[in-house]
Nanobody, 120 residues
Framework: QVQLVESGGGLVQAGGSLRLSCTAS????????MGWYRQAPGKQRELVAT???????NTADSVKGRFTISRDNAKNTVYLQMNSLKPEDTAVYIC??????????????WGQGTQVTVSS
């Protein structure tokens, strides 16, 4: 009943930019911390960035200065603005959110993932 849907992935040249979006929908009472993770082939899933409801940011060192996370609480949407993309940024980017539903227990939800490919 609750789901996260990402959009905005694609193919881009090194040095280019992409903007990812993730929207939570369903019978939701509150969306708490939202964030982005990524997973490249043969590697563990890693944290990219998170943002709390009141705007506290946490960004991985590998993307600081290049990626910016933001959110719109009224739309239950989180964004990831990615600039100066590098080939090593190539991965499936997955949205995560801590959600309190109207009925049921709070838990983390995960999106389906969106592919980002950066060519050299």
């Amino acid at each position: 009943q609750v789901q996260l849907v990402e959009s905005g992935g694609g193919l881009v040249q090194a040095g280019g930019s992409l903007r990812l979006s993730c929207t939570a929908s369903g019978s939701i009472f509150r969306v708490n911390t939202m964030g982005w993770y990524r997973q490249a082939p043969g590697k563990q899933r890693e944290l990219v960035a998170t943002v709390t409801r009141d705007g506290k940011l946490n960004t991985a060192d590998s993307v600081k200065g290049r990626f910016t996370i933001s959110r719109d609480n009224a739309k239950n949407t989180v964004y990831l603005q990615m600039n100066s993309l590098k080939p090593e940024d190539t991965a499936v980017y997955i949205c995560n959110a801590g959600i309190i539903p109207f009925v049921g227990v709070p838990r983390d939800y995960w999106g389906q993932g969106t592919q980002v490919t950066v060519s050299s």
